[in-house]
């Protein structure tokens, strides 16, 4: 067998949730082209391209978000039983200000017009056309060297005022991104204790679920 030509296999291995690792570094400008380049030649329902990209540089508003995470932080922390609570505790589950940018990514569901092929009968496709651009995303800056941390903790109605995402345009994911001193070598929610990852054996199926 072969070889692939490309590292994509590596850049797939190596890639993480940044959280602890960012450096205040704001990612070269030719470099964050490049990545949101790899982001927009995704794959999309009907060629509809849904997404768009919203630049979050200014300080106050990166501290605005991040005041509102911390906050939901504390709340989901607070609905633990108290194992958990202390597992998850140590855990840091954003790095919005210190990346120094968020990229909103966001999902129009008009975009295409009416009579869009291929989201006749699934509706959902349009929303995973938007996550499929996040994940050229995500590989592309860690081809690139730099780091990503994907923030959920947020209700979605703030984040969606704050980017200007008028219903039904809804913001799809908050991504931090910058320069990184490194990335781990394991995931840090299997680092924590909170979670492992399942094996390969376990996902694959044949003709049916079990």
């Known amino acids: 067998m072969t070889e692939p030509r490309l590292p994509l296999y590596d850049v797939i291995r190596t890639r993480r949730d940044v959280r602890a690792e960012f450096t205040g570094e704001a990612a070269d400008p030719a470099v964050l082209d ?8 995704a794959p999309s329902v009907g060629n509809t391209q849904p997404w768009d990209f919203v630049l979050v540089r200014d300080p106050q508003r990166l501290r605005t978000f991040a005041e509102h995470v911390a906050q939901c932080r504390r709340d989901f922390a ?12 140590p ?9 120094g940018l968020g ?24 929303v995973f056309s938007a996550v499929l651009a996040i994940q050229n995303l995500w590989l592309a ?49 299997e680092r924590f204790g909170w979670r492992t990852g399942r094996p390969l054996s376990e996902a694959v199926h ?3 679920l079990p």
């Open 91 to 99: 855990i840091k589950v954003e790095g919005i200000e210190e990346s």
């Open 206 to 208: 044949t003709e049916r």
């Open 103 to 126: 990229v909103v990514v966001t999902y129009d569901p008009r975009r295409g017009g009416t009579h869009i092929l291929g989201r006749h009968t699934v509706d959902d496709v349009g």
């Open 34 to 41: 490049r990545i949101l380049d790899a982001a927009h030649r």
């Open 141 to 189: 800056a860690t081809a690139e060297g730099l780091g990503v941390g994907w923030v959920s903790f947020y209700h979605e109605e703030f984040l969606a005022e704050m980017v200007g995402a008028v219903a039904p345009v809804r913001p799809i994911a908050w991504l931090c991104v910058g320069e990184v001193s490194r990335l781990q070598t394991v995931p840090d929610l």
């Open 78 to 89: 607070d609905s633990l039983p108290a194992d958990r609570r202390e597992t998850f505790d």
